[in-house]
C-alpha cells in the first residue's frame, strides 16, 4: 500500500468514497461493488480495501486477505443470485486485466458459456 497508489487507482479511490460505486456488500477488509460494464445478470466485483496489483500479488503477500475475499464473493453470489457462480481474477494485460488492484469478477444469475479464450 503506497499514498501514490490510492491517488491513483480507481478502486482505491472507490474504497474512501471518492468515487461512486454501487457497494452490495462488505467484510472489514473488502468491498464488493456491481460492475460498470456488467456481462452477466450478476456482475459483482470484490477488492481488498488494501491496495495490491494483481491476485499474485496478493497471493504472495496475504493469502488470508484472498481468502476473505473469496469469502465475500461466495456471500455475494449467495444474496444477489442462487449461490452458484464463477470467480474470476484477470491477472496480467494479455489475461485482460485492465485495473491494477485486485480484484475478483463474481459472475452469476444466468446460466453461463465456457469460453475462456
Ligand atoms: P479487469 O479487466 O481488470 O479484469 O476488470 C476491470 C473491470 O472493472 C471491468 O469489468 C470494468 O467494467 C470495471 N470497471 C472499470 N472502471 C470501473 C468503475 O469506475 N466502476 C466500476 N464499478 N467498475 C469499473
Ligand atoms: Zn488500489
Known amino acids: 500500500t503506497s499514498v501514490d497508489a490510492t491517488q491513483d487507482c480507481i478502486f482505491c479511490k ?40 494483481d491476485v499474485s500479488v496478493l497471493a504472495a503477500a496475504d493469502p488470508a486477505l484472498l481468502a476473505d475475499m ?12 442462487d449461490g452458484q457462480y464463477r470467480l474470476i481474477f484477470n491477472s496480467g494485460p494479455r489475461a485482460g486485466q485492465s485495473v491494477f488492484h485486485v480484484h475478483g469478477h463474481v459472475i452469476s444469475g444466468a446460466q453461463l458459456g465456457w469460453s475462456p479464450a
Open 70 to 81: 473469496v469469502a465475500l464473493a461466495d456471500q455475494v453470489a449467495g444474496e444477489l443470485a
Open 14 to 53: 472507490i474504497v474512501a468514497g471518492q468515487l461512486p460505486a454501487d457497494v452490495v456488500a462488505t467484510s472489514e477488509r473488502s468491498l464488493a461493488f456491481r460492475d460498470i460494464d456488467p456481462q452477466a445478470p450478476v456482475h459483482v466485483l470484490v477488492v481488498p480495501r488494501e491496495h495490491h496489483g
